[in-house]
Nanobody, 124 residues
Framework: QVQLVESGGGLVQAGGSLRVSCAAS????????TGWFRQAPGKERAFVAA????????HYADSVKGRFTISRDNAKNTVYLQMNSLKPEDTAVYFC?????????????????WGQGTQVTVSS
């Protein structure tokens, strides 16, 4: 089993930056492909970004490409999402998820473990 805990959410003005973290504990070896998703009020959960086990490969949703950066520190069992040039439409609860299968996964169904989420609010 793997436990995921997100942190770093908060309130930021439009145009600002925020970094959220996802710390893994439990059976963290081997590493897992990890993704970030978000869910805004009244909307379905949406893919944001994914990173491979080694960190060599990443994939982003078009809506965040060029503004968000996903990275990982395997020594710390932590995955990060750096969010720059934030917009009010980025407001959502952000979830991290880990997949046992190799690859960069866009669909939530591919992920085996989920965190509880952290709220990100961008004011206009």
């Amino acid at each position: 089993q793997v436990q995921l805990v997100e942190s770093g959410g908060g309130l930021v003005q439009a145009g600002g930056s925020l970094r959220v973290s996802c710390a893994a504990s439990g059976r963290t070896s081997p590493n897992y492909s990890t993704g970030w998703f978000r869910q805004a009020p009244g909307k379905e959960r949406a893919f944001v970004a994914a990173i491979s086990r080694s960190g060599d490969s990443t994939h982003y949703a078009d809506s965040v490409k060029g503004r968000f950066t996903i990275s990982r520190d395997n020594a710390k069992n932590t995955v990060y999402l750096q969010m720059n040039s934030l917009k009010p439409e980025d407001t959502a609860v952000y979830f991290c998820a880990a997949a046992r299968a190799l690859g960069l996964w866009v669909g939530g169904i591919q992920y085996d473990y989920w965190g509880q989420g952290t709220q990100v609010t961008v004011s206009s």
